[in-house]
Each structure stands twice: as C-alpha cells, then as structure tokens.
C-alpha cells in the first residue's frame, strides 16, 4: 500500500523505507513528489496542460506534437548532421547547453587529449579516472563516473552507450523518432558532466553522480516549469505591504528554491495583525529541490496550517504568486499540483472568514 510508505507524523514519505525498496532512479522519482498536508484520494488527472483540464487545444497541441515527430522520421534522407542541428537548436533547455552541445556534436570542446594535439597541454589523461586519455566521447561518455551517472537514467540507451565510438554517432541514434523525446534528457546530463569535470580540473570538489543526474533532472524540469509557468508578480514591492483590516490577521508566505536546480528548496511564513506586530513566522528547509511554483503551493498550506495552530478566525492569505493564488481561488484542482488546491480549499474552510 501506498500509505505504508507515508510517515503518519511528518505527513513526508518515508525516505529510507522508499530507497530500500526500490531502484535509486525510482526512488529519486518518488521523493520528488510533493505530499499535501490532508493527504486526498486519488483521481486521474489530465497533464497536457497545467490547469490539469481537458482542452480541445491542449489536446491538438500534443496530437501535432506526435505528427511533427511521425514527420521528421519520414524526412531522413539529406544531410545526418542538418537533422542534429535542428534537434540541438530547438532543445527546450537555457542557451549556454544549447551552445554546449553544438560544440560537443562537431567535437569541438576542449578536451585534454585535443590540446595535448595542441601542445597546450602536456597531460591527456582524463582527470577524473585517471587511467586514459581524454577525449570528448571518454569525457562525457565512457568515463567510469560519467557512465555511472548514465545508468541512473531510466530509458538510457546503454548498450548504445558501452558500444559508442563517436559522440555524434550517438547523437544521431538519439535523434531516431522513437528517442528524440529524451534528447533534452541526453544533452543535461551530458552538460553537467562536463560542468563536473569543469570543476575538478579547477580544483573544485566534484559532485557524487546521484547528485549530478539530479542537477541535470532539474535542469530540464525547471527549463520546463518557467517556459509554461505565467508567473505575474501580484503584489508590488514589500514596501507596500498594507496592514489587515481590523479584527483581521495577514499571513504572507512564500517559497524559495535555487535557480540551478541544485540543492532544497525552502517555505517561509509571516503572521501579522492589524496593527502590524508579527504574531507568528515560521521557516522551513523542504526535503527536496521542487520547481518555484510547487513551493509556493507548499508555503500557503503551510501558512494555512500555522494560522489554524493559533486558532485564528479571520486571515488573510497573501503570496507574490498569483497563479497559485488564482489556482486556489478558483478552485483549479486538476493539475499536478491540484492535490494541494484541494488540501488548501479544505483546510480554510476551517476559518470564519478567510480570504485569499
Ligand atoms: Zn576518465
């Protein structure tokens, strides 16, 4: 059962119960799921958009999508290498791995092997092994640190990847129809074993490889997250944070996460009455790294959850995420975040008055 992997008191899944479990790639999925605080019963749920309703024109947006795919299978013909540049500058991921992965594809990256070639370098051993030498496809693929990173990619083309001698070779096979979708995938992780190596070969510490594929995930998701998310600023500036009406509380939260994608995210809460004074604050590290948005649903459950704790009756909620706000408001429980609007609309039915 579900609920048995589920802490009863930290409403948080039980994270060694989970790794013991299952596969390091399962599990890293599993804990990145985010738990409400009333947990709810499960519904099916529609992804093509965000809102998590069906759309006539979400559901045209994927079905092209499938036909774009279907249509670049058919034109394979002409130049292998045109059809790379295409894939490479239409990834859905920030311009600088854009940038890399041209020069990894036309093996222009500096590799010690190259400016050994060179004679800028004396040294072609790869720093990381230190057992051979570096060449751009040891570097990014057959290294032993780089290939334990890509065995925790759970649809890696592995047997393609002990076999590979050529990086576009492997490039073009991951162009195939059936495997362009994970492309974005292919070229994060690619990138940040080169960000890793980067880091080692200037005397920085370099990361284990759980935490290197879990940098590259969340490369791709939050790329992802801020090219759908509308995030519009609700309020203007601190400065003019307004004092509640009389007899009300105000509860401002908010969430934080890293723009890189590394590391936790965090929640923090502040409640104040109408005079001003603060009457409780609250702050709180998350189990995980979440996208932005995520962590804003997590603040205002939690400013929920605190405001309910001093039994406070009349509150207002604000957060500078208005898209969370709306999503509540309105009650748009359908998305991938929906079990927290559910969880939230239900709790602030505990208040007299309540108001986001
Ligand atoms: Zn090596």
Redesign the pocket.
């Known amino acids: 059962m579900v609920s048995s992997l589920i802490d009863p008191v930290t409403r948080w899944w039980k994270a060694e119960t989970i790794r013991a479990l299952f596969f390091p790639f399962e599990a890293n999925v599993i804990l990145k799921i985010p738990l409400c605080h009333n947990l709810l019963e499960d519904k099916l749920i529609w992804m093509g958009n965000k809102r998590g309703d069906f759309t006539v024109k979400s559901a045209y947006f994927i079905a092209s999508k499938i036909l774009n795919t279907m249509e670049d299978g058919e034109c394979s013909s002409g130049d292998p290498m045109a059809r790379i540049w295409k894939k490479v500058w239409s990834l859905k991921l920030p311009t600088k791995i854009k940038i890399f992965s041209w020069h990894a594809c036309v093996n222009g990256l500096p590799v010690l092997s190259k400016l050994a070639e060179k004679g800028i370098q004396t040294s072609c051993i790869?720093?990381?092994?230190?057992?051979?030498p570096?060449s751009l496809t040891?570097?990014l693929i057959?290294?032993?640190?780089?290939l334990l990173i890509w065995s925790l990619w759970q649809d890696c083309p592995i047997e393609k990847l002990l076999n590979v001698k050529d990086f576009s070779d492997l490039v073009l096979h991951i162009c195939s129809p059936l495997l362009d979708k994970h492309l974005d995938f292919f070229f994060a992780i690619a990138w940040s074993i080169w960000h890793n190596r980067n880091k080692i070969i200037h005397n920085e510490s370099g990361l284990p490889p759980g935490l290197i594929w879990d940098f590259a995930k969340n490369i791709v998701e939050e790329f992802e997250e801020a090219s759908t998310w509308d995030y519009t600023p609700l309020l203007s500036p601190l400065h003019s944070w307004a004092t509640p009406p009389l007899g009300f509380a105000k509860v401002n939260v908010d969430g934080a996460c890293s723009i890189d994608g590394s590391g936790i995210s965090g929640v923090g809460v502040i409640i104040r009455d109408e005079s001003g004074g603060v009457i409780a604050a609250l702050s709180k590290a998350l189990p995980s790294h979440f996208p932005a948005e995520w962590t804003e649903f997590i603040a205002l459950e939690q400013g929920i959850l605190l405001a309910q704790e001093l039994n406070l009756t009349h509150v207002i909620f604000e957060s500078n995420a208005s898209s969370v706000i709306s999503a509540v408001s309105q009650g748009k429980n359908g998305g991938s975040m929906g079990h927290f609007v559910q969880s939230i609309r239900s709790a602030s039915s505990y208040f007299f008055c309540c108001l986001f």
Not at 126 to 132: A, G, Q, S, V
Not at 142 to 146: I, Q, R, W
């Open positions: 790869c720093p990381i092994c230190d057992e051979e570096e040891h570097a057959s290294c032993d640190l780089a």
